[in-house]
């Protein structure tokens, strides 16, 4: 009985990895937020004061969007229902591009094309978002099967 209409590569990619990582991140900055906040941007320093409670509200909701994903990716990728799981691929892969946009605004252009310079954080924003992004349009058009 199938599981799901990804193939192997792009199912364990998209139904594994990636929700792991999202739980990943999700615990990570719900264990330190103030962190987590202020490495979105580490070029920037951060004053004590910056972790207002505005601050706190949407870095915990951000980290609430991230725990929303995990089982989002799960459902729609380990299902037989191909439209399902292309659209959930699209619609992810349209915000991959919103996350790395949001990414260079808050870190500036000079930061944004200096990778090496660039923290854990900046590299899960954009280097990992764009990776699954690419992956996601190669499943897209057929490239895995």
């Known amino acids: 009985m199938p599981y799901s209409c990804l193939p192997t590569y792009p199912l364990i ?15 990570t900055g719900m264990r330190d937020p103030v962190r987590f906040f202020s490495d979105q941007a580490p070029n920037h320093t951060l004053a004590p004061t910056c ?7 949407l870095t915990l909701q951000m980290l609430n969007v991230l725990l929303l994903l995990a089982p989002m990716a799960l459902v729609c990728c380990w299902n037989i229902n191909t439209p ?8 992810v892969a349209v915000a991959d591009l919103g996350h790395v946009y949001a990414t260079y605004r808050g870190v500036g252009r000079a930061y944004f094309i ?8 900046v590299w ?8 699954l992004h690419v992956n996601r349009l ?8």
């Open 13 to 27: 990619l998209f139904g594994i990895i990636e929700p792991a990582l999202l739980i990943w991140a999700y615990t």
């Open 84 to 91: 399902t799981t292309k659209w959930y691929l699209m619609s």
């Open 51 to 57: 972790f207002n409670p505005q601050a706190e509200a």
């Open 138 to 145: 190669m499943t897209l058009i057929g490239v895995f099967g």
């Open 114 to 121: 200096t990778p090496a310079g660039w923290n854990n954080l």
């Open 124 to 131: 899960g924003n954009v280097g990992v978002s764009a990776f």
